[in-house]
């Protein structure tokens, strides 16, 4: 008799991409990249600060508003 387990499924592959070629990055990367909380990147979105994309469940930063923001100064605190 055959003992073998039985075939485990696989998930679709995904492309292991570096932040500089994504065009939409997750919460918690943009946070990463920013250098701040991802609570503190939450208080962005809510206060429009951060532009993001939606895609279905999934809330997105394209990469060039992480840029946008980098670059400009922000004197005022994140949390107001």
Do not use: C, W
């Not at 070629?21 to 208080?43: M, P, T």
């Not at 979105?45 to 922000?74: C, M, T, W, Y």
């Amino acid at each position: 008799m055959n003992n073998a387990p039985p075939p485990t499924k696989k998930g679709p592959a995904r492309a292991e991409l570096s932040v500089d070629e994504k065009l939409l990055i997750g919460r918690q990367e943009a946070a990463a990249v920013l250098s701040i909380s991802q609570r503190a990147l939450d208080y962005l979105v809510a206060n429009k600060q951060l532009q993001v994309r939606r895609i279905g469940s999934r809330v997105l930063i394209p990469r060039s508003e992480l840029l946008r923001f980098a670059r400009a100064d922000h004197p005022k605190p994140i949390a107001s």
